[in-house]
């Protein structure tokens, strides 16, 4: 059996006590993935800059954006698998040092060929990096801390993907001149370097265990699946939804055969890449990855519709456009912290009230949009985001928290990971099919950016309701569960047999 290890040695259960020094290991796993995530959307300021000083076209640039968010995720569910078998903290501090390695030359680019590959191996390191998050909290925390410590996790995957915009203006107001764009790269430098030394002398060793092997062919047809139905999607803006549509019943086809291979290799008490048993046996994991796919496709696309309302529609700057939308992220981060807390006492209602509170904020904020004489709009839209803000902090941490808790500790890289594709791939589509909606509606009649912007929220609020009934499902499958059998209980035994 492996052993958790306080920092530095090798001592304590899986299953048993907590790791010492886990608070102090916590902030460096949560500073490495906010840097991580931050990455997905801060860039997207810059590519202008980048296309004039770069002197490439746009739909060059793009793939800054795009090879990022795609290399990210076709990486997930493999790194995750790799650190449950090898050990989590190897393959953070390898991959945060590979990151740090691409943003130093992301950085130095001289040419858009160079910064397009620095970015798709930088995304592939974030996506190494992401699931070992996840999966250290697992193996550092248990019970009411564990979480405490996933709300803030949490935290940190809400507050990223919504200050991503205002933080890119903000370096770009300070780095003066065309090469200012460098500092969105650079900046990562330091702050990575501070994280890999903090890492190796604060994150828990584990003792070798059994080796285990990858599943190649699960490797294979699940990056073949993922990338099948990425690839229209990242292509969205220059007609990829139109010339690569037949993907998306290739990526589906390719799933499914992913989907039987697991679970042959599962009956045949094999080491699958993603056990079947997590969807089928782990109480919450199921609808907690749907749930998260289906927030996250209204959740990530909203943000790109809002930055081109402000600049395009109202002439705002970068940065102006980041602050508009920073009460959502005050909101979020405040309720994500006290979320965590919340969690263990009322459950899976929490994230209902949560996706009702974003529904009625983001509901307000196009009404405001839709009619606020534009001098004030940006004012009389803080008070509804900030609102929906604290209903995203009571959806995303206490879904991740509701959804990992009971997947066991050694396959926790992989669970974590699949659940950040979910995510990852709803984020996709999200900022695919909003935008795209957008600029459809501006196409037919070009002045008309309050409709494209309601239209837009409109569309997002459709995906939220989605979410939301699956709360809701979830929400009664559980009070049927406690009236019949009593207080949940993690039960994981069923996964033991045959794997040691």
């Not at 958790?4 to 790791?19: H, K, L, M, S």
């Not at 990056?223 to 019943?249: D, I, N, Q, T, Y």
Request: hydrophobic share 50%; with cysteine.
């Amino acid at each position: 059996m492996n052993r958790d290890a306080r920092p530095g040695g090798r001592t304590g259960d899986p299953a048993g006590t907590p790791a010492p020094g886990r608070w102090k290991a916590l902030w460096v796993t949560l500073a490495t993935g906010f840097m991580s995530l931050l990455d997905v959307t801060i860039v997207a300021v810059a590519l202008p800059s980048m296309q004039r000083d770069l002197n490439t076209s746009a739909a060059s640039v793009q793939w800054v954006v795009s090879g990022y968010a795609l290399a990210f995720a076709l990486v997930l569910v493999p790194a995750g698998r790799l650190g449950d078998a090898v050990g989590r903290r190897r393959i953070f501090l390898w991959a945060l040092a590979g990151f740090v390695l691409c943003s130093a030359a992301a950085g130095a680019a001289p040419t858009v060929a160079w910064l397009v590959v620095a970015r798709i191996a930088q995304g592939a390191c974030a996506g190494c990096l992401a699931p070992q998050n996840s999966a250290l909290i697992q193996q550092m925390f248990r019970g009411a801390e564990r979480g405490r410590a996933f709300g803030l996790f949490g935290a940190t995957v809400g507050i990223s993907s919504a200050v991503g915009p205002v933080t890119g203006g903000l370096i770009l107001a300070l780095a003066h001149g065309s090469q200012g764009w460098r500092w969105i790269f650079y900046v990562n430098v330091p702050v990575g370097a501070v994280a890999l030394l903090l890492g190796i002398r604060l994150l828990p060793r584990v003792a070798p265990g059994r080796r285990e092997r990858l599943d190649l062919p699960g490797v294979a047809l699940l990056g073949a699946g993922v990338l099948s139905l990425m690839l229209p999607l990242v292509f969205a803006e220059s007609g990829g939804l139109r010339r690569l549509w037949w993907l998306f019943p290739v990526g589906a086809a390719l799933l499914a055969v992913f989907a039987r291979w697991e679970r042959r290799v599962a009956a045949r008490e094999g080491q699958p890449l993603l056990d079947p048993r997590l969807l089928t046996g782990v109480r919450g994991y199921a609808p907690g990855a749907s749930l998260g796919a289906l927030y996250f496709v209204g959740f990530s696309g909203v943000w790109l519709v809002f930055a081109l309302f402000f600049q395009n529609g109202l002439g705002y700057e970068p940065l102006g456009s980041g602050l508009a939308v920073t009460p959502f992220a005050i909101g979020s981060a405040a309720a994500a912290v006290v979320a965590g807390r919340l969690v263990e006492r009322f459950g899976r209602l929490l994230t209902v009230w949560g996706l009702v509170t974003v529904l009625a904020g983001l509901a307000v904020t196009a009404l405001v949009l839709r009619t606020a004489p534009p001098g004030t709009m940006a004012w009389l839209a803080a008070p509804a985001l900030f609102v929906g803000g604290l209903g995203s902090g009571c959806v995303i941490s206490p879904n991740v928290t509701m959804t990992l808790r009971d997947v066991p500790v050694r396959m926790a890289g992989a669970a974590g990971g699949a659940l950040q594709t979910g995510q990852r791939l709803g984020g996709a589509v999200g900022t695919a099919a909003l935008p795209g909606l957008y600029y459809m509606v501006l196409a037919a009649d070009g002045r008309n950016y309050r409709t494209a912007v309601t239209l837009s929220v409109a569309s997002a609020l459709v995906a939220l309701l989605a979410a939301l009934a699956v709360a809701l499902l979830d929400w009664r499958r559980d009070r049927h569960h406690r009236d019949r059998h009593g207080p949940r209980q993690i039960r994981t035994e069923h996964f033991h047999a045959g794997h040691g």
